[in-house]
């Protein structure tokens, strides 16, 4: 028998051990509201019963429901009346109280842990957007707040995808040099003067791409205001292929 299978052998029981000892002393929880489950990184059936998954049939360009398929070529009114900068955009929730929770304590809760189980959910989403020449970018934190809260809850989103899809990850390629007040609360007109000049691309941002598509990472998209913005930074830049792809997404008129 090989030092190799010794070694495996040895080491499974031990982590199989460790991880039951854990679940004794720390039972798991749900992801979202703390109720009991029986494995950790999962929500109970209540909270998984309440997602609410964007799925086909959806407008190729903003990645919103639509209630019945208007045909593969069919946007939705937002993607006419006021185009994106970015590509395509796909999110794999619609932001409802699950969803908001869980962002919550990603974001807020030091949670870092939860981009796991997110990441899974928006690599299934963003399946057409995982091209084999991109990069994936995080939406900027700028220092002071990314300071204050120990982590960018965006950059733990990236790298989780990164592990998932196998894509590279660069964290650098463009910053916040602003730190604008929170958005939550503005009007979509307010959003966009607050984040207007907020992002720049990196100095060497040509030779960091060269040629490569971006996908931009966020955890929530509400009106676009960031992720448009943080596009035009990196089209500026040189990046000629934006997509977007988020955790959840707020739809207009979504009783969810």
């Known amino acids: 028998m090989g030092a190799s299978v010794v070694k495996t052998s040895v080491v499974r029981p031990l982590r199989w051990l460790g991880a039951a000892l854990l679940d004794q002393l720390y039972p798991p929880v749900c992801l979202a509201c703390d109720a009991p489950v029986a494995s950790a990184d999962a ?42 900068p970015f590509d395509r955009a796909r999110s794999a929730l619609v932001y409802n109280d699950v969803a908001r929770a869980l962002v919550g304590k ?36 700028h220092r002071v707040r990314l300071f204050s809260r120990r982590y960018n809850q965006s950059t733990e989103l990236a790298r989780a995808l990164g592990r998932i899809t196998g894509l590279p990850v660069d964290a650098a390629l463009v910053v916040r040099r602003k730190n604008t007040p929170h958005q939550v609360g503005l009007s979509g007109d307010a959003r966009r003067r ?42 500026s ?16 008129g979504s009783d969810a």
């Open 43 to 84: 929500l109970c059936s209540a909270c998984f019963r309440s997602l609410r998954a964007i799925t086909a049939p959806l407008c190729p360009v903003l990645g919103l429901p639509f209630e019945a398929s208007l045909g593969p070529d069919a946007r939705s009114a937002e993607a006419i009346a006021d185009p994106p």
């Open 194 to 235: 607050n984040v207007a000049g907020a992002f720049a691309h990196h100095p060497d941002s040509l030779n960091r791409l060269r040629g490569r598509r971006v996908v931009l990472v966020d955890d929530v998209i509400t009106t676009g205001a960031t992720v448009k913005a943080v596009t035009r930074a990196l089209k």
């Open 237 to 252: 830049g040189g990046a000629s292929h934006v997509d977007v792809v988020s955790f959840a997404r707020v739809v207009t």
């Open 106 to 141: 990603l974001k807020y809760g030091d949670r870092p842990e939860l981009a796991r189980f997110c990441a899974r959910l928006m690599g299934q989403a963003g399946h057409e957007l995982w091209a084999p020449d991109a990069v994936l970018v995080p939406v900027p934190l």
